[in-house]
């Protein structure tokens, strides 16, 4: 009788009444949610035939689900090195002219590879840094071919088990350190810090930005995937920063005015062909008053034209182009000095506006921004600079380490952007950070050296672990607002990129990932499970993930974890139980095809 009596006071007629259109309305939004996600998943079933099943987690709605995913297999060991967007594999689909062919064509998802990527036969653990920095194991990145063929240039040298980088290259056999003190002597601004994002195309070992690091000068070393050089495969093992890329027909997926010096040591790109539109996209990256360095063809071509299998009459036409368009594009000659060239930027666009009408290179109409950099046609023209930005020159940024605290006037057209929010956003990430090192002793050890925060606003996450012994790369969403710019503007390094596709880079490159709220901002666009197969790809054995997330996202994550044979434990965040956020702390386990592990 006292049942019924319950059951009527709860659910009788007139409560009926009022809870039905609640009813509803929650059934409605379930049935909406789960007719969308079958639409979209319709293309990915035969795919996602590995899931075991499906149940459901008891939340506000009553509609989110949580997987259930068995033990994922490993791939063949001939994906050891496989890089899915710049895959050579697929290279004969794509357009040859201007080495289209080596940008990123990513495949379907429905040809997304559902399994591990195995690290090749008789991997090691990666060397600990600084150590790595001079010597990596050769069974890790097996490839002879530069060492056989760049003997005499001191590039690598293989000894016993071991790669040996003796500091060399093309334009410095003598050594790296050598080639840069000569830079420096001509731009002094490499000595007192206002010189302190570098990019570095066709950047070989990567020898040149290793060596910038101890002179407080961060590089972004960039080079296209190839079929047997690995040379940013090399760069990653040996703990300096680099990912795969190659000037060709797209932009390079960074923001304008974010380097203050770009390098080409030999690199071989036929700078003033197709209406300069290289240089015109080394420009467009370039701030203010920074610096573009050149050696190498045809650079001194009075002294090396013999030895370039070329003739001295090409070589001068081809300086004498370069300068012209150097100088229509306002670049003024800084200095020279034997095989060294430096000309720098303008400060603003008071030159451009003087040049006689007609002049080519044309500017830029502002039909493409100049900060979009995902996927984007590079145009030959000069993109001008932005008339509110007043300080952002080499000359009128703070020099480095001031600048990685202080706001950039950038933040004014970044949306959203503020002092305030940005001053807040360091505070939360130093507060952040000191909680996660009480979760992860390892971080600020020399276990951890690669770092990528995989959604990153300004960048506050890899100032924070500054005085660490690491170098971060910070990863802007293509479909989030663009605030790269603020994060080079700090003196850090980052990309654009689309975690619905993989990543330019190769796998077992990287010992910590870090992301904060990216399923939440992402998971209606990309699948998780093929987000955390790319991060297992690129995380090195023995690598770690911090993600900080809601805790639907965070189950989703933990389950994924233990069938890609992580160890994962979960953790309230800094402010405690009453935060809507979590925190998962995983561990990728040292596993091989043939059954063995060793993990430390």
């Not at 880079?505 to 709220?517: F, I, K």
Request: aromatic residues 10%; glycine residues 8%.
């Amino acid at each position: 009788m006292k049942d019924k009596e319950l059951k009527n006071g709860l659910f009788g007629p007139d409560k009926r009444q009022k809870y039905l259109p609640l009813f509803l309305i929650v059934s409605s939004l379930c049935a909406v949610s789960f007719y969308l996600g079958a639409a979209y998943g319709s293309e990915k079933q035969s795919i996602d035939e590995t899931y075991d099943s499906i149940a459901f987690s008891n939340n506000k709605a009553g509609c989110t689900s949580v997987i259930k995913q068995g033990p994922i297999a490993p791939c063949n060991i001939s994906t050891q090195d496989y890089t899915p967007c710049t895959d050579p594999i697929r290279w004969r689909k794509f357009d040859k002219q201007r080495m289209a062919f080596r940008e990123r064509h990513c495949p379907p998802r429905a040809e997304k590879l559902q399994c591990l990527i195995p690290p090749p036969e008789g991997y090691k653990q990666t060397m600990l840094w600084p150590k790595s920095r001079k010597e990596c194991w050769y069974k890790n990145v097996p490839y002879d071919w530069i060492n056989n063929e760049k003997a005499n240039q001191n590039w690598l040298k293989k000894k016993d088990d071991k790669f040996i980088f003796p500091g060399g290259g093309t334009m410095f056999p003598n050594g790296v350190g050598e080639y840069i003190d000569h830079m420096e002597e001509l731009i002094p601004g490499m000595k007192d810090g206002s010189v302190r994002t570098a990019l570095d195309t066709g950047c070989g070992v990567a020898s040149w930005g290793g060596d910038l690091l101890d002179r407080k000068i961060l590089a972004m070393s960039l080079a296209p995937r190839d079929n047997h050089e690995a040379q940013v495969q090399f760069a990653l093992e040996r703990g300096i920063p680099a990912m795969l890329g190659i000037i060709a027909t797209q932009r390079l997926p960074y923001p304008a005015n974010a380097f203050d010096i770009a390098h080409c040591s030999r690199c071989l790109i036929p700078w003033t062909e197709f209406g300069g539109v290289y240089l015109l996209e080394v420009d467009r990256v370039l701030r203010p008053g920074g610096f573009w360095v050149l050696s190498g063809p045809p650079v001194n071509y009075e002294v090396h034209w013999k030895g370039w299998d070329s003739t001295e009459e090409k070589q001068k036409r081809d300086l004498d182009n370069i300068k012209d368009l150097l100088s229509k594009m306002c670049y003024k000659e800084y200095a020279a000095k034997d095989d060294l060239a430096v000309w720098q930027k303008p400060l603003n666009n008071d030159c451009y506006e003087q040049r006689e009408e007609g002049t080519y290179p044309p500017i830029c109409d502002d039909a493409i921004e100049a900060d979009a950099a995902w996927y984007v046609p590079m145009r030959p023209c000069i993109v001008p600079q932005n008339p509110d930005a007043k300080r952002i020159s080499i000359e009128t940024v703070p020099k480095w380490p001031e600048r990685l605290t202080h706001a950039p006037e950038r933040l004014k057209w970044t949306a959203g952007g503020n002092t305030g929010g940005f001053n807040q956003d360091t505070r939360i990430w130093k507060e952040r950070v000191k909680h996660y090192r009480t979760l992860l002793p390892e971080l600020g050890g020399n276990k951890i050296r690669n770092v990528m925060d995989m959604n990153t606003q300004y960048g506050s996450f890899a100032a924070a672990l500054i005085d660490d012994p690491v170098w971060v790369m910070n990863v802007v969403s293509s479909y989030a607002t663009n605030s790269l710019g603020v994060v080079y503007d700090r003196g850090l390094i980052g990309t654009v990129s689309d975690w619905c596709e993989a990543f330019s880079t190769y796998p077992r490159t990287y010992d910590l990932l870090h992301l904060a709220g990216l399923f939440t901002a992402e998971s209606h666009r990309c699948e998780m499970k093929d987000v955390m197969l790319e991060m297992d790809r690129i995380l090195r054995p023995n690598g770690f993930t911090i993600i900080r997330d809601t805790p639907q996202f965070l189950e989703n994550a933990s389950v994924l974890g233990k069938a890609m044979r992580w160890k994962c434990t979960q953790h309230e965040t800094e402010i405690g139980p009453d935060d809507k956020e979590g925190i998962l702390v995983c561990k990728k386990t040292f596993w091989t095809v043939t059954g063995e592990s060793d993990e430390s």
